[in-house]
């Protein structure tokens, strides 16, 4: 069978295969854990679905626009006010399915084949395969001073003359990492001085813990007309524990976003209404289950650390925001992906291997999961690679014996 380019050197998701991986074993009775996950386990917020609920009962589920209902870039109209201090107008907002597929289309509109698309690593796994959708080309780029966090230079020695983009995501997925304001300020005046598209990937921006704040971009951009290549990407997914609604936007210029909308108009057309519905009661109602989300969380990264640094060669920056570490486990093999697999394997816990975030020996290990999860998967885990360890473990009646070194 003949495939395309693009359909060849595509890969899969690795973190849905995860949770693919995760249900099937599930479903056959396996004591699996799954500390690989990237979405929080509270409920969606009483309002969208009290919202999405009311609509439905009218029974009048229609076709929306294709960038969005009116009453849905209101909603964020509102959110961008509040959250970036900047009133933006309709024109400058579409909505789509999931703040992915925002950025998906961001980057269809602004790549031409061979451009090429930096982003700091450790990088969320799919924008190399989303810029190489364009036919363009990923430039992932490794803090030089070893930490996740990236400086102007680190950008600037990756920048070519082909360069049409720069990603940041911050906080960051899967290190957790709050990029400081020192660094948003350069980038945002580096990229506005070269006529280089800026997308700001904030879907993790109110998951943030120890009174952190998310620096603002727009406090830093000097001109956001239709001149401006400042994108700020956004959604309900995370904060709102509302992955399922697939409901994400993205804020930029005006002819930006039409040629967005003109895109995703032939692609999916408008998103669901009723799902749009409920993302407007999710961000206009009250606000209390992202405050008790975000001290769950805060709570649960202290059980995951505490546990992690009394871990014998294992390496970890504290996280500052999301709900991922990212933890150095090359001590015990520097091939994570084999550690990963090893791990399922072994004592049924799963984890997403480095390599998948552009830096190897590393394991992402989520804490959006229970306490009772995040601790006996760490258990398991140090069981499983620490040779000091008893010979016998039991999950639940199952008893297990190592059987390797």
Not at 76 to 104: D, F, H
Not at 327 to 346: E, G, Q, V
Not at 363 to 375: E, N, Q, V, Y
Request: charged content about 20%.
């Amino acid at each position: 069978m003949s495939l395309s380019l693009i359909g060849r050197n595509v890969s899969e998701s690795v973190t849905l295969k995860m949770n693919e991986t995760f249900a099937i074993l599930k479903a056959k009775g396996e004591p699996v854990i799954h500390l690989g996950g990237g979405e929080p386990k509270s409920k969606a917020p009483i309002d969208a679905i009290t919202a999405i609920a009311s609509h439905l009962n009218t029974g009048e589920v229609r076709y929306a626009a294709a960038d969005g209902s009116v009453e849905m870039k209101k909603a964020v109209i509102r959110y961008t006010q509040e959250n970036y201090g900047r009133l933006v107008e309709p024109k400058n907002i579409i909505i789509s399915s999931g703040a992915k597929q925002a950025i998906m289309v961001a980057l269809q509109a602004i790549l031409d084949p061979q451009d090429e698309v930096i982003f700091p690593a450790p990088y969320w796994v799919s924008y190399p395969d989303m810029v190489k959708l364009c036919g363009a080309i990923p430039v992932p780029v490794v803090p030089e001073n070893g930490t996740f966090t990236p400086t102007l230079q680190d950008i600037k020695q990756n920048v070519s003359s082909y360069t049409k983009a720069i990603i940041i995501n911050s906080p960051n997925n899967p290190s957790g990492a709050i990029y400081p304001k020192s660094f948003i300020k350069d980038i945002v005046e580096f990229a506005e001085e070269k006529g280089i598209y800026l997308i700001m990937d904030d879907i993790y921006q109110k998951l943030v813990f120890d009174g952190e704040t998310v620096p603002n971009p727009f406090d830093y951009v000097k001109d956001f007309t239709d001149n401006s290549k400042l994108v700020i990407i956004n959604g309900v997914s995370k904060a709102y524990a509302m992955t399922g609604f697939r409901i994400g936007w993205a804020v930029g210029n005006k002819k930006l976003i039409k040629a967005m909308a003109n895109i995703q108009g032939h692609q999916t057309s408008g998103t669901s209404i009723l799902l749009q519905k409920a993302a407007i009661g999710g961000i206009n109602g009250v606000q209390s289950s992202v405050a008790s989300l975000r001290s769950t969380l805060e709570n649960n990264r202290k059980v995951l650390v505490n546990h992690l640094k009394a871990f014998d060669g294992v390496h970890l920056i504290e996280p500052k925001g999301t709900f991922y570490s990212f933890a150095d486990f090359s001590a015990y093999d520097k091939d994570s992906a084999r550690l990963s697999k090893f791990l399922l394997d072994k004592v049924r816990v799963l984890t997403v291997p480095g390599v998948e975030f552009g830096m190897e020996g590393f394991l992402r290990i989520s804490f959006c999961g229970s306490i009772k999860d995040i601790t006996e998967g760490i258990e398991r885990i140090k069981w499983a690679i620490d040779p000091n360890s008893p010979n016998e473990l039991y999950i639940g009646e199952r008893k297990l014996v190592r059987d390797w070194n």
